[in-house]
């Protein structure tokens, strides 16, 4: 059997804003977009974009939570592999590595 990793779930609840097949080769991706509160490392409103799904369970304008499942992972567009493409985009800048904001491996 293959070894298929856990569903994507948000870092943040929030509202959907982006679904469908995105400039990435045809990659399915879903964007959503939330008011991360102003002690986080990144305050205002921040997009996170998960991308290479197999299947989306949101809708354009859905509200998520937090830990939420909202895809499987696969790899549409252009990949080798099922992985999960993940983004954090803060407010007026491109997107920035999010392994600062994981926590730290136990």
Known sequence: AA???PPPTPASGGRTVVLGAGKAGGAMVAALEAA???????S???VTRYGHNAQLFV???DTVRRGAVISTV???GQTTGPHLHFEILPPGRGAVNPLQFLPAKA
């Open 44 to 46: 205002g409103l921040v």
């Open 3 to 5: 070894f298929l990793p």
């Open 36 to 42: 991360w509160p102003a002690e986080a490392p990144l």
């Open 59 to 61: 809708h354009a304008g």
């Open 74 to 76: 696969g790899m549409t």
